[in-house]
Structure formats: C-alpha cells, structure tokens
C-alpha cells in the first residue's frame, strides 16, 4: 500500500488529544475522459464517492456498498489499491479533539448502467448526487471554490482536489 500524502488542516494546533479514529474507502471510476464524483450542493465541491468502513468489514465490501448506496454502481469489481491518504482535521463533537481519517482509494470499474441511490439523509440533506463529469471540469471547479474560500467550503475539499489532480496526471488518457 502506498502513502499518496499525509494532510494536516491548517485550523489544527496538534495532533494529540482525543482522536476519533476513522476508515474510508473510495472509488475511482473512470470512462474515457470522465469520472463518477458526488456534487455535493452544501458544499459546492466534486469529490470521490465512498466512505466509512464499518467495524469487521472487509475494505473492498465496504467500497462496492459505499458506491451502491452513493452512486447507483452495480457490479463494483475492485481492480487495484491506488494509495492512501493519512489526514488529520479538527472533529465537530466535543468528545474529540481531532480525527485521524485513512482514506484507501481503488480504482474500479462498474455496470454501463447506474441504478436508485440510497444515501443517507445528511447526504440527501446536503443536496449530494452522482455525476460524470470530466476530471479536469472537477480539478476546475474545486480550485474555484477553495481560491474563493467560500463559506461553505468542507473540510475535505483540499483531499478530493489533490486526488483528482493526481488522478488526471496519472490515470486520464490525454489526448495525442
């Protein structure tokens, strides 16, 4: 497994503490020159579909569910680990003072096809649904929003930009 990057929010004074450790699995689906990414509305940014790996499961189980629920994916088949990233942020419940957060990200591929979603409510709440979009239109519109350091920005925007940053040097076929 490879360390891609190791993130530490400006906002944070120390790593010590109470930390709320997490695990996050996340999907990189490509076709031709797109991505299938979340739009989230709350926070105007694309990111990675995936999320937590709940206790015992298996990452891989934990990613084809995450993409199911999120996206619609079917036949989530799990071609290989890309890397990681160790990130550390400040945690909004007052029983932590930090959270440590592992996100594995794979590269898979999935049905032609998407089906329903079935997020979560916060996530309904939060005005999230899948996209395919091109990975530069995403690097685009995130840097936008982070240069303009809008108000509703999250926390997580700086970890998906980077990604997909990555993800269109490494991953994407440019053109001859």
């Not at 190791?6 to 930390?19: A, K, N, Q, T």
């Not at 649904?129 to 925007?157: C, D, F, L, Y």
Request: hydrophobic fraction near 40%; charge should be negative.
């Amino acid at each position: 497994m490879k360390l891609l990057k190791e993130m530490i929010h400006p906002e944070l004074s120390s790593r010590e503490g109470r930390v709320l450790r997490r695990h996050a699995a996340r999907g990189i689906v490509l076709r031709e020159d797109k991505i299938l990414l979340l739009f989230t509305e709350r926070y105007n940014d694309f990111s990675l579909p995936g999320g937590g790996i709940d206790e015992g499961e298996e990452i891989t189980v934990a990613l084809a569910r995450e993409l199911e629920e999120e996206t619609g994916a079917r036949d989530v088949q799990v071609k290989n680990h890309y890397g990681f990233i160790e990130e550390y942020r400040p945690h909004w419940k007052p029983q932590y003072d930090l959270m440590h957060m592992t996100s594995h990200f794979f590269v898979c591929d999935v049905a032609p096809e998407l089906a329903e979603v079935r997020m979560e409510s916060y996530e309904v709440a939060n005005g999230m649904r899948p996209a395919w979009v091109s990975v530069s239109e995403a690097v685009s519109h995130n840097q936008k929003v982070m240069a303009r350091q809008e108000k509703t920005m999250g926390q997580s925007i700086q970890r998906e930009t980077f990604m997909l940053e990555k993800i269109s040097r490494e991953l994407v076929l440019q053109p001859a």
